[in-house]
């Protein structure tokens, strides 16, 4: 089974998650898109595999995110996109994606979903 994560190493979440996938034989292909920010088709793909809207996917607490007006409605699923484009760290951490589907895996036993 190919599994993919985007993790941030920094994140106890993400670490967490990381270490179920492992425990069942499993190794990741790791996105650390924090180093190697996605590209907005990338992030339309998350998007459509976890089946919710763009700000579905968006850490709201993040400073980048009031500093952006992230939160008005009026924004473009487009614009949302863009944003996480030029600030990746406002994207959810973990992602798990397989081919059973897609979860953001908080809490980490959420992974265990889709493995």
Do not use: F, W
């Not at 976890?50 to 700000?55: D, G, H, T, V």
């Not at 009031?66 to 939160?71: E, M, S, T, V």
């Not at 397989?98 to 979903?113: D, Q, S, Y």
């Amino acid at each position: 089974m190919t599994v993919r994560i985007y993790h941030n190493p920094r994140c106890s979440k993400s670490r967490q998650a990381l270490d179920i996938i492992r425990k069942k034989g499993i190794e990741p292909e790791i996105v650390d898109y924090l180093k190697n920010p996605l590209k907005a088709a990338e992030i339309e793909k998350i998007i459509e595999a976890l089946k919710c809207a763009p700000r579905g996917i968006m850490r709201v607490k993040e400073d980048e995110y009031a500093a952006n007006d992230l939160g008005n409605p009026l924004k473009k699923d487009r614009d949302l996109i863009a944003a996480i484009v030029r600030h990746p760290i406002l994207m959810e951490r973990p992602i798990v994606i397989t081919g059973k589907g897609a979860v953001i895996a908080r809490p980490p036993e959420k992974a265990r979903e889709v493995l």
